[in-house]
Each structure stands twice: as structure tokens, then as C-alpha cells.
């Protein structure tokens, strides 16, 4: 054989061949010819009787292993974006129920903050079960109107009593000082008053962080704000009634709690004593009454005593009806009537 034929040879002719590589890179004495995808063409020449894998035939299966890798980080790409649209999809709907229900977003509903008063009775919270909602609502928007009358003839139209509480308003135009956000921070509580009686309140604190209780009355489907309960207005300070004519007498309402102050004006064998303080408790008296009257078994009663041992640890709060005793500056007053185991005052006031 010629070297011509031997040229033209077909398993001798050096006709290069052609490699994919994986990952990239050439070894030595490899030319680097196209990247297709992630694979690596590589092309060597002098290098008789293997074919390129251009010329593979069809059943000649190319590795991919990418392709997994692929299909796991779509995978988690689907996965992330369906989460993503159901989050959406909750904030939504949650944002339409409060906007249906009339929230604000980020306000808590009124059901989350009303609660009984401790330690009384079922009764209230079964009588009021299904109106709390609606009496939240309504406490909040005539407390705020009161505070925001200009006159007190104008805030006289939103409280209990009327133009009969006019000149407590006048004397007490401060004596609650609430924002609106104030207003709107006010806890709702249900309550068992005396004689099986219900009320309600809003419970907070105003701007300078005073404990406040404003006071409301159902009256039929309505509220009404009880403003002398919400601040304990009365005909007189003690003070004012220590100063005053001797036999003058004023409804007052104060803290009571037992005392034992005697002297030989009230003796101890004759009369139990108990200390009055003022609502705003700024002010401190002293008032008695005999030991077999209705007054003191009454107030017994609202202070959970056994009759005989009274201490400064039982208070409650009472309207009492006292008179100057004429004992000078003492601070010594005489009992005359209980007219409300608490603030408020069930008949028109």
C-alpha cells in the first residue's frame, strides 16, 4: 500500500476528535472549541479512529446532571410563591373583615377588653352579653362629646340628671381630662351594683396617668353618663362643710372606711366612728353615728364587717347625707343618712 492509499485510510485517517467535558476547563494539550449550555467542547487533533459525540449515533444518552439541581431550585421557587400568595390572601381578607366592621387597622375589637368587674356576680355579664359591643361604642362617643361641649350648659345635655347637674359641672370643669386616645384606651367593665342592679364603665387613665372611671347607667336600650359618680361630686367639700353653719348638712360622696376617733363629743361607748375621704382624696373627716342605727348597720354591710371590728383595710365607697356638728374644727361630722351604697344614685339624682 502507497503512502497515498495510506493517507486516504479511513481507520488510520487522524481526523481529531471532539469531547464534552462537564464543569468546565480543558486538559493539557486540548483546545477548548464552544460551550453549549454547561458543557465544555473540547477538540484534540491527531487522534485516529474515535468519532466526535457530534456523530454519536441516536441512542447515545448525554448526562445532565443539572437538570436536577434545576428542578429543585424551581421547586423552591414555586413553593415560596405560593406561600407568598397565601400570606397576601390572609392579610387581605383580614384587612376587608375590619374594614367591613368599621376598625381601624390595628385596632383591637371591643370584645378583647371587656371584662366583669372582680369578684362579683354572673348576673351582669349575662344581662349584657349581647350589647357590650354596641354599649363600648356608645360609652366612648358620649364621653367624648362631654369633654369636647364648649360650655357647661352644653356638656350638661350628655349626663345623667341634666341641667340638675349643672352647677356640679361648674364647680368640676376639670375634674376629667381625657384625649381622644385616652378615651380610646378605656377598658370596658361590667359590674354588679347594689340591689342586683348592672352598670358599666370605662376604666383608663388620663394624660397625667390618674386612674379615671367614667360611669354610665342603662337606661332602657341606652347609656347615660353618670358624671357625679364618674367624680364623686358633692353639694360640699368637707372642707367647705367644716367651715359651714353648725347643723348644716350635704350629700357627699366619699370613701368610708372604719376609724376610732372618740372624744368626749362622740364617746366610744355611744357612737362607732368612721373616716370619710373626699373622691379626689385630698380631703379626710371623721363621722359617727349610733351604734344601733340603720346608718351604721348599712355601712357594716358595705364594708363586709362582722359589726364590732372595723379597720382601715375595708373602705367602699358611699353617698352619705352628714351635718355639721358644730364641733368646731375637729373635722367631726354627724351621720345622717346613707343615700347609695356606691356613687351612684338609682332614683333621679
Known amino acids: 500500500m502507497s503512502d497515498s492509499d495510506h493517507d486516504h485510510d479511513p481507520e488510520t485517517e487522524d481526523v481529531g476528535v471532539e469531547l464534552r467535558v462537564f464543569g468546565g476547563g480543558a486538559p493539557a494539550g486540548w483546545e477548548r472549541v464552544a460551550d453549549v449550555e454547561e458543557v465544555v467542547r473540547l477538540k484534540k487533533d491527531g487522534v485516529t479512529g474515535v468519532r466526535s459525540t457530534d456523530e454519536a449515533e441516536p441512542g447515545f444518552d448525554e448526562p445532565e446532571p443539572r437538570k436536577h439541581h ?22 387581605g381578607t383580614v384587612a376587608f373583615v375590619m374594614w367591613k366592621r368599621g376598625d381601624k387597622p390595628g385596632d383591637r375589637s371591643a370584645f378583647d377588653i371587656i371584662e366583669m368587674a372582680p369578684g362579683e356576680a354572673g348576673s351582669a355579664g349575662d344581662r349584657f352579653a349581647k350589647s357590650t359591643g354596641r354599649y363600648y361604642k356608645e360609652a366612648r362617643e358620649i364621653l367624648g362629646s362631654f369633654l369636647a361641649a364648649a360650655t357647661p350648659e352644653e356638656a350638661a345635655k350628655w349626663v345623667r340628671g341634666g341641667e340638675g347637674m349643672l352647677e356640679f359641672i361648674r364647680r368640676d370643669t376639670g375634674a376629667v381630662q381625657l384625649s381622644d386616645d385616652d378615651i380610646y384606651r378605656m377598658k370596658l367593665k361590667v359590674h354588679d351594683g347594689a340591689e342586683g342592679r348592672q352598670w358599666i364603665s370605662l376604666d383608663g387613665k388620663d394624660g397625667l396617668r390618674r386612674n379615671v372611671e367614667a360611669v354610665f347607667v342603662v337606661n332602657g336600650d341606652g347609656l347615660e353618663f353618670d358624671w357625679a359618680a364618674t367624680t364623686g361630686a358633692s353639694e360640699l367639700g368637707l372642707e367647705e362643710l367644716r367651715s359651714s353653719e353648725p347643723g348644716t348638712e350635704a350629700l357627699i360622696r366619699v370613701v368610708v372606711s372604719g376609724d376610732s376617733f372618740y372624744n368626749s363629743t362622740f364617746p366610744e361607748e355611744e357612737v362607732r366612728c368612721f373616716e370619710i375621704e373626699s373622691a379626689s382624696g385630698l380631703e379626710v373627716a371623721w363621722a359617727y353615728a349610733p351604734k344601733s342605727s340603720e346608718v351604721v348597720r348599712q355601712i357594716d354591710e358595705a364594708l363586709h364587717a362582722d359589726g364590732t371590728i372595723l379597720t382601715s383595710e375595708n373602705s367602699a365607697k358611699m353617698t352619705l347625707r352628714v351635718r355639721n356638728s358644730g364641733s368646731g374644727t375637729t373635722g367631726q361630722f354627724e351621720l345622717v343618712d346613707v343615700v347609695a351604697k356606691g356613687w351612684i344614685i338609682w332614683e333621679s339624682p
Open 70 to 91: 434545576k428542578s429543585r431550585r424551581n421547586h423552591r421557587i414555586a413553593t415560596l410563591s405560593m406561600a407568598g400568595a397565601a400570606c397576601i390572601l390572609v392579610i
